[in-house]
T-cell receptor, first 111, second 112 residues
Framework: DQQVKQNSPSLSVQEGRISILNCDYT??????FLWYKKYPAEGPTFLIS?????DKNEDGRFTVFLNKSAKHLSLHIVPSQPGDSAVYFC??????????FGAGTILRVKS | NAGVTQTPKFQVLKTGQSMTLQCAQD?????MSWYRQDPGMGLRLIHY???????DQGEVPNGYNVSRSTTEDFPLRLLSAAPSQTSVYFC???????????FGEGSRLTVL
């Protein structure tokens, strides 16, 4: 049973527009959430994180929103660029324990 | 600064063969882990280590063995390869179990 779900396998967005990647989780004890980005033939790289005591964290073009009541996490990329085309994984942790990853969403930004 | 280095990058095995995926990190991280990535399954934790001499099982440990004799190295051993172990394997290191993970470039393994 997947505790972290990314229900959209892929997303296509026009360059300059907003990309919104979604993630749902079932474990209400998760208290730390991260997003990773992965290019083909490379390892995933850390993008942004958020603690459960916050509902928003921003880093340049990337913003992560956390809705604890809905157990929902989203990553906003504004404006989207062709170089953002990659697989995005969300991950969650409970009390500093091992990360649990979602299945990933392939983002394609069209120029 | 090399970060996390994995070898080999590609490997083809026959069913029943054994092999070791090597992983080394130069960031002095205590935590190291092995993941496999399969389509539609995301990244699943195989084994992890919280320091030299200490290892533990992750979500999908069957068919794999690990050891951690030094802080730098964390090899993953496939004892008797099976087609179900065809996957891309990633080694990662970090300051903490749940913190920012630094991944290697991956090792693509095919078991025929």
């Amino acid at each position: 049973d997947q505790q972290v779900k990314q229900n959209s396998p892929s997303l296509s967005v026009q360059e300059g527009r907003i990309s919104i990647l979604n993630c749902d989780y079932t474990n209400s004890m998760f208290d730390y959430f991260l997003w990773y980005k992965k290019y083909p033939a490379e390892g995933p790289t850390f993008l942004i994180s958020i603690s459960s005591i916050k509902d928003k964290n921003e880093d340049g073009r990337f913003t992560v929103f956390l809705n604890k009541s809905a157990k929902h996490l989203s990553l906003h990329i504004v404006p989207s660029q062709p170089g953002d085309s990659a697989v995005y994984f969300c991950a969650a942790s409970e009390s500093g324990n091992k990360l649990v990853f979602g299945a990933g969403t392939i983002l394609r930004v069209k120029s | 600064n090399a970060g996390v280095t994995q070898t080999p990058k590609f490997q083809v095995l026959k069913t029943g063969q054994s092999m070791t995926l090597q992983c080394a990190q130069d960031m002095n991280h205590e935590y190291m882990s092995w993941y496999r990535q399969d389509p539609g399954m995301g990244l699943r934790l195989i084994h992890y280590s919280v320091g030299a001499g200490i290892t533990d099982q992750g979500e999908v440990p069957n068919g794999y063995n690990v050891s951690r004799s030094t802080t730098e190295d964390f090899p993953l051993r496939l004892l008797s390869a099976a087609p179900s172990q065809t996957s891309v394997y990633f080694c990662a290191s970090s300051y903490s179990l749940a913190g920012e993970l630094f991944f290697g470039e991956g090792s693509r393994l095919t078991v025929l």
